[in-house]
Structure formats: C-alpha cells, structure tokens
C-alpha cells in the first residue's frame, strides 16, 4: 500500500453533464478521495468529451484532487491548459504520439504530479522506463472510450506485475486502475495492489451515491486487508 493508502476516484464520465455540480457535491460528502476526469479528442479513442473549460468549471465546486485522463493523441499539446485548468495529476496514454520525458518536465514546470496509463494490450513493460519518475501508473480495466464496460481478463495479472516491480524498486507510485470497477473487481484489483480506484458506472450508476462509495470502500478495504496477509 502507498502511503496516502487507498483511495476512491469517482469518474465524473457517469455523471449528469447537466447536473456536474452536485454530482461532484454529492460524491465529496460521501467521501470520495478525487475525482477522475476522462478526456477524449474523437481520435485517440472513438468518442468525444470535454477539454479544459469542463476541468475549471469542476475545480470551482472541490478542493479535491482532479485526476485528469488524457485519452487524446498529443498530450503535450493541452497539459499547460489541463494544469491551468486545475487539473492535479495529468494521466497521459504510453500509447500517445508523445515523449514521457518531456511530459515529466513539463509536468514539474507545471506544479502538477503525472501519471501514464496502459490501454489492455500494451505489455506493462513499457512503462518501467519510466517508473521512479511517474506518481500513477494507471492500468485499464477496459478499452477506453466509454464507462459501463466489463472489466477484462489481463488486467489483474498486469496490476500484479505493476506492483511486484514498484516493490522491488521500493517505489511509493500510485498504482491505479480504470474501467469495469464493481465492488468484485474492486476486491480483486486490491489484492493485486491497486492502490488508487476510479469508479464510473459503480458510483453514479444504480443506487445512491453514498451507499455505493461505502460498499466500494469496504471492497478495496478487505482486498488490501488480504494482499499483506
Ligand atoms: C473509460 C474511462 C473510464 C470510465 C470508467 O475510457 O477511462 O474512466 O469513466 O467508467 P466505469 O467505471 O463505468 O468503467
Ligand atoms: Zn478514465
């Protein structure tokens, strides 16, 4: 575990567009750790979001971290705008036509912290390079682009991987996982080391909002409770 220990991310993609406020509102009362927010350029992934105009519009409702997902092909492009923005942790794809080490620097001339995320069939190896430099390595669950996804069979052992690595290099790196969260593979992405969970359909989906944070905090609880025995 990190020392900031586990947190909650509710994605804010499965939220009421109308209605962002009080979403965000709503999950921070409830005890949400940050927010994640997914922004997507139509050709990195096959669907269109939101840039930063949407992020400083959140950021006035919450002190909360904003962890913001780059699914766009030139992330270097906008990281200045997402940091201005508001925008916390800048999460860029390895899989963007970009330069992690220029990300890097430009990430700590920005004030902000930077993660990478690996889309399902990317070998997880491609981020060790970079690994004692990033805050949050993010693995995907799903093929981005859309919230409501199964979780897909891979993604455990990609999380094992991820955690055996920064165990071995002694490495606090947030170890997060994006897509298909349900309280099952919550629990199960906890015993594998996750340590950062971001949560669409889980929390703005069925139910109350409240109810759904504390049943997916009791899962990741009882998951991590079982990776260190
Ligand atoms: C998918 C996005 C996710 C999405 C997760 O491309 O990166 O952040 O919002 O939604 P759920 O938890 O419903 O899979
Ligand atoms: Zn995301």
Known sequence: MTKRGLRLAPSLLSADFAALGAAVREAEVAGADAFHLDVMDGHFVPNITFGPSLVAAVRRHTRLP????????????????????????????????????????????????????????????????????????????????????????GTLPKLHAVRERLSEHGLSTDLSIDGGITTETALESARAGATFFVCGNSVYGQGTVAENLAALRAAVQRGAQDAVR
């Open 66 to 153: 904003l962890d913001v997902h780059l699914m766009i092909e030139d992330p270097e492009r906008y990281f200045e705008a997402f940091a201005r923005a508001g925008g916390s942790t800048l999460v860029f794809h390895v899989e963007a036509r970009a330069d992690p080490r220029r990300l890097l620097e430009l990430g700590r001339a920005l004030g902000v912290t930077v993660g990478a995320a690996i889309r399902p069939e990317t070998p997880v190896d491609r981020v060790w390079p970079w690994l004692d430099r990033l805050d949050q390595v993010m693995v995907m669950g799903v093929n981005p682009g859309f919230s409501g996804q199964k979780f897909l069979p």
